[in-house]
């Protein structure tokens, strides 16, 4: 196997804190004040913070919903 590197043509996000907030109201996602969640900032790739994932509003459209609490 061999161990090329592999590289990605990444465009800035336009996830915005409204449509995050509506999948808060939809019960997708958690409130922001539970697992702390932040809107994207200029970096065109994910570039999380120290404890922080990425997680793509893709993930949310087939289902997948992070944990209710930071225990999980």
Known sequence: ???A????DWVQSGV??????DYVQMGVLPAQ?????????LEKRPRP???EI?????????GFSPPRSKFF
């Open 33 to 41: 004040d539970v697992i702390h969640w932040r809107v994207p900032g």
């Open 16 to 21: 915005t804190k409204e449509l995050l907030l």
């Open 5 to 8: 590197t592999v590289s990605c």
């Open 49 to 51: 913070q120290d404890g």
């Open 54 to 62: 990425v997680i793509f509003t893709d993930h949310l459209h087939r």
């Open 1 to 3: 196997m061999s161990s």
